[in-house]
């Protein structure tokens, strides 16, 4: 099968800086593939997964979004650290948000929320406002609502950062179920290496200025996997050496 999204020499640079942010990223995401993406704070990973995503064109290089979608699915769909949920919107109209620029009947709308809100474990919180849920149960929703676009490719930029420990590990393994389940292919950036060998098939170290990919690995650790296991404790050492 051909990849989902694959970079070619890509560059960006701000408007006005002397310097790209980074530059000569060659990537190929396969269908279902789980990565992550880490790096120093600053060096560049919410840019790349934006240029990524579409929504900040390239300086250099190509991005293609080769997912095909079928009608009424995109290719992609981005969750943001901070959630970004509408304030003004309950959070069955915050789920159903991204949806409403297809083509599609209501009862297919109403059906296609449920079925996000399900799998992201928010099915009893339609009817809240945004500021009654709890810092977890807001990303649960922002993975609802990306979800809902039946996405080949899931973004997620930091999104358990500002949760507890507890919730986080919550988190992170009803992201897996999700995963499992829906099959999105995912580009997970965190700053957390324990979290990247946990959660991923491939991590990506992002260096140096411009940044460019240091490391590439292979986290060929069988599923499920145990936190505390001497494999995923050694893959996060020889990532921690390249960072
Ligand atoms: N709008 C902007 N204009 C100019 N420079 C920017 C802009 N946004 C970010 N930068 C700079 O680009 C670089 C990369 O920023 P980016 O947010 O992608 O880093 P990051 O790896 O996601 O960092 P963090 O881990 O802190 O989220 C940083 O040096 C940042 O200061
Ligand atoms: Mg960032």
Not at 48 to 66: E, F, K, M, P, W
Not at 159 to 178: H, M, N
Not at 207 to 219: E, K, N, Q, T, W
Request: net charge neutral.
């Amino acid at each position: 099968m051909a990849p989902v999204l694959t970079t070619h020499g890509l560059a960006y640079a701000y408007p006005g800086s002397e310097r790209a942010t980074f530059e000569g990223i060659h990537l190929s995401v396969e269908p279902g593939e789980f990565i992550a993406i880490v790096g120093r704070s600053g060096v560049g990973k919410s840019t790349l997964l934006r240029c990524c995503a579409g929504l900040t064109g390239a300086s250099a290089g190509s991005v293609q979004l080769q997912a095909r979608p079928t009608e009424n699915e995109r290719p992609s769909a981005f969750v943001f650290q901070d959630t970004r949920l509408l304030p003004w919107r309950r959070v069955r109209a915050n789920v159903a948000y991204g949806l409403q620029g297809l083509d599609m009947e209501r009862k297919a709308i109403e059906d296609r929320v449920d079925e996000a809100m399900a799998l992201a474990l928010v099915a009893e919180l339609g009817e809240r406002w945004p500021f009654q849920l709890s810092g977890g149960q807001a990303q649960r929703v922002g993975i609802a609502r990306a979800l809902a676009l039946h996405p080949q490719l899931l973004l997620m930029d930091e999104p358990f950062s500002a949760v507890d420990a507890l919730t986080r590990q919550k988190l992170q393994d009803e992201l897996l179920g999700i995963w499992r389940r829906a099959g999105p292919a995912v580009l997970f950036v965190t700053h957390d290496i324990e979290e990247a060998v946990y959660l991923a098939d491939r991590v990506i170290v992002m260096g140096g200025a411009p940044a460019r990919i240091v490391l590439d690995r292979r986290i060929a650790q069988p599923r499920p996997r145990e936190r505390e296991s001497t494999g995923l404790q050694q893959e996060a050492r020889a990532l921690e050496g390249a960072l």
